[in-house]
């Protein structure tokens, strides 16, 4: 993996989340691609299509007081020519994460920008027969109250 893209490709997703904890409205938007089909399936929602409505999303997620304030962790990047892929957990810092993510990016003009997002509650079953190694995976499911 060239590592000067893959730094790239990291910057531009610490961008989304900092844009997501900053509640930037603006910084959200200049991380969307502008030529590229784009959706979003935020945790709990269907899909969100079409950039317009993605950013429509966006903005009523981040003016909303009682949106949380996510980090992620656990970061890796999947290079694929003009178009990546990050998978992550996202918490809140100092807790548990409690959503995986995956954010896809494409190049537009030189930047790496979203075309996708799909974050999704981590849950103890969700892997049923083995008990979760990563301690970041091993959530109580009383802490979901």
């Not at 929602?45 to 950013?55: H, N, T």
């Not at 949380?68 to 970061?75: I, T």
Request: glycine share 6%; net charge negative; proline share 8%.
């Amino acid at each position: 993996m060239a590592p000067a893209l893959e730094a790239e490709v990291r910057a531009a997703n610490e961008a989304f989340y900092l844009a997501f904890r900053e509640r930037d409205v603006d910084g959200m938007e200049r991380l969307w691609a502008q030529d590229s089909p784009v959706a979003c399936m935020h945790p709990g929602m269907g899909v969100v299509k079409g950039r317009e409505a993605v950013l429509a999303s966006w903005r009523g997620i981040l003016r909303h007081p009682g949106a949380p304030s996510l980090s992620c962790s656990k970061v890796t990047v999947h290079l694929l020519g003009t178009s990546a892929f990050v998978t992550c957990l996202e918490g809140q810092q100092g807790k548990r994460a409690r959503l995986i993510a995956t954010n896809v990016f494409v190049r537009e003009d030189g930047h790496w920008r979203l075309v996708h997002h799909h974050a999704a509650p981590l849950a103890p079953s969700a892997i049923p027969d083995r008990p979760p190694t990563d301690p970041d995976l091993a959530i109580d499911p009383s802490e979901w109250n």
